[in-house]
């Protein structure tokens, strides 16, 4: 089916930034949207951003101008720049693809950041 592998998650300090990959494998393809949700400890995991098939993007409010999700479909890639990092964007961070040939969303292991001093 679809496989997701995240990298690029660990510690850094406040104002710092971080770059994160997703991976994809199986059946995938370019028209199929994708994203990056986080899940803070005790909270709900939530859309950070999303880029469909056509390369529109779209972003939470909390991370509007300070992180750009792009994607390199050729590569089966997905990227989040994540720039004037704050303590608030601690948690998971899971990449996720909603399948078209599937009809279902699929998830990856997630990977950890730490924003800290």
């Known amino acids: 089916q679809v496989q997701l592998v995240e990298s690029g998650g660990g510690l850094v300090q406040p104002g710092g930034s971080l770059r994160l990959s997703c991976a994809a494998s199986g059946s995938v393809f370019s028209s199929d949207p994708m994203g990056w949700y986080r899940q803070a400890p005790g909270q709900q995991r939530e859309l950070v951003a999303g880029v469909s098939g056509g390369g529109n993007t779209n972003y939470t409010d909390s991370v509007k101008g300070r992180f750009t999700i792009s994607r390199d479909s050729a590569k089966r890639m997905v990227y989040l720049q994540m720039d004037s990092l704050k303590s608030e964007d601690t948690g998971v961070y899971f990449c996720?693809?909603?399948?078209?040939?599937?009809?279902?969303?699929?998830w990856g292991q997630g990977t950890q950041v730490t924003v800290s001093s």
């Open positions: 996720n693809l909603m399948s078209r040939k599937y009809g279902k969303t699929f």
